[in-house]
């Protein structure tokens, strides 16, 4: 007998049909990835993983993070023997100690003489008999539910034992994409959910020294290192800014500073992401949230980009978009008071409405591709 941890994939990679062991290799070679530094063995039986490991506690914290695992349970080891699986759940029961439960028995290993229906019923009345004080069943809401898996081994666990998981899709498995990282609230959520779907996450910043200090960049590394708590590293390119904007602030009008400033944004996303292979650009804006965020100033800025733009926040409100970062764990972060480049040079009147060809003669004075190409050439590259 003993404590295993039990992964539960998502659902979603169940429907994948032909690719589906693809989906389930790179979520097990994450996993592995994820409890690297600590002593555990990965058991396959009959398509469910369970892992064997020393520290309990520190392999759930670990692979619940996981993007792919819905659901990890801590579950106990018994033989496929109907006396032994009887007893632990007896043990279960009391030590839950409900007025009512239910038993969930899976027989996956058809080999065990008794149907999923016929265990349970076998199971719930040994207990019934056995249980010291008050006990009845409730099919509909039991106090606790107690589940059994039979398979090459049997396996026991409560409702108590379940933790949730990060769910989504394995990571690395739908392509790359360039986060624009600011220090705000809304981007590093829009990094999470694109690496929840797969997306393998790079991230850039843009620095305006010294008109943004070394507290607002350190914020923003801070911030990549949470996300890289979720995937497998994330590389973080730290892009001087300050030339570009003193250049737009010298040669555009000033009601266009906002709109102009984040098609350059784009154009080094975008650059940096050809010079390293990365697919798209992603980015935390939300439809009608700011000035630069109407429909007219999203589609002025996305001109600008040489491969899609994935915008996952588009349709959230903002209540919505803090839950997320209070659960992922980096809203304390991004509410520190260091302003990043986007908020210490907006103009008292912003256009929200820019016209492309309006914007597109308003940056003829610029140098652009010069400017681009020297911004790239100074920038700093961190990996956590």
Known sequence: MRKLILVKYAAEIFLKGLNKNKFEKRLRDNIKKKLK?????IINDQNRYFIKIDDLDQGVERVKRVFGVAEVCIVTEVDRDMDDIKAEVLKKVEEVKPDTFKIVTNRANKQFPKTSIETSMEIGSYVLKNYQGDLSVDVKNPECLVNVEIRERAYVYTSADKIKGAGGLPYGMNGSTMLML???????????????????????????HPYTSERAKDKVKDLAKILSNYTEKVRLFIVPFTEIQMDIIDKCPQDELTIIMRRFMMRVACAVSEREGIQSVSSGESI???????MEGLVVSTDCADRPVFRPLIAMDKGDIMDIAREIGTYETSILPYEDCCTIFVPKHPKTKPRLENIRKSEAPLDVDSLVEKAINDMEIVVF
């Open 182 to 208: 600011s220090g705000g609230i809304d981007s590093p959520v829009a990094g999470y959910l694109m690496a929840r779907r797969g997306v393998e996450l790079n991230c850039i910043y843009y620095h305006s």
């Open 37 to 41: 530094g600590l002593d555990f063995e």
């Open 288 to 294: 009608g949230q700011v000035a630069s965020q109407t």
